[in-house]
């Protein structure tokens, strides 16, 4: 009984900038070598209010408001991991991520390796990013495999409330740098029952959302929101669609994804990011080289465009849509 009620009274209902709120807040309570550090995320919360509270509650040594220096944050964040520190650094938004570029890729990600182990870089930097929220330029970025290509580097992006939760623990705890992306199209978009009681979710896995036997559909972030959609739409079309989302694009699952699609013997990939280059490429080299007597037609992507993210009143016409996932699907069903 005494563990009912324990555990009930850890339950709260979040939407997943509150998740990423109390998970900073379980590992500033429980570990005093963890601290924030940005632009605003003290007095006023952050932009998107992530950190809101926290710097009352835990200090002004410990939330630390920075100047606007994305350089200077992402290199004060070195510096303070390699002396056994965790800070957890905000990006405002993915746009204003590249002066951090340097630091993070000459440094933080070579960290373990130049030292030969002696030191490592326990240090996230999160960002908020992606489109949907008729932002300006700059504020609508989705160019997470710039930093998937960089070895040394961990890059988690969640898409619930829950594995917001459980991963930033994750990627706190981690003792090498994660770049934590934060898909704030779906910031507000639903609460989820959360066990706030500060367990982790495992990193580098994909997550099965949806189980079925047709066509695999492999997704991260905000676009899990269409890709869903899109497998509930083909539903009532009688096809039984599995969900994967990546969650950890930097190291990739594909031992996941290629057991799904062995299965189902087609997939489409999704994201938001621009098309060339991106992690659905790789993705789908992978299948190729690993799965291709596995599958029944050719592997589609429905993406991005290779263009800069247009201002709100084209950013529609630029975002995957539910319709572009069906109609993907459907002509890889065509195929005998």
Known sequence: MTLLKTTEMNMVEVNLVEAVNRALSWELEHDHEVLLLGEDIGVNGGVFRAT????????????IDT????????GMSIGLAVQGLKPVAEIQFMGF??????????????????????LTCPMVLRAPYGGGIHAPEH???????????????RVVIPSSPGRAYGLLLAAIRDPDPVVFLEPKRIYRLQKERLNDKGEALPLDVCFTLRDGEDITLVSWGAMLVETLQAAEELAHLGVAAEVIDVASIKPLDMKTILTSVEKTGRC????EAAR??????EISAQLAEYALTSLLAPVQRV???DTVMPLYRLENYYMPTVKQIVTAATKALEYA
């Open 52 to 63: 809101d509270g926290l710097q009352s509650r835990y200090g002004s040594e410990r939330v």
């Open 67 to 74: 100047p606007l220096a994305e350089t200077l944050i992402a």
């Open 97 to 118: 991520i590249y002066s951090a570029l340097e630091n993070i890729l000459n440094h933080a990600s070579r960290m373990r390796n130049r030292t030969r182990g002696r």
């Open 139 to 153: 504020h609508s970025e989705s160019t997470e495999a710039i930093f998937a290509h960089i070895p040394g580097l």
């Open 268 to 271: 489409i990939i999704i994201h």
């Open 276 to 281: 060339t280059g991106g992690v659905g490429a």
């Open 303 to 305: 993406t991005g465009y």
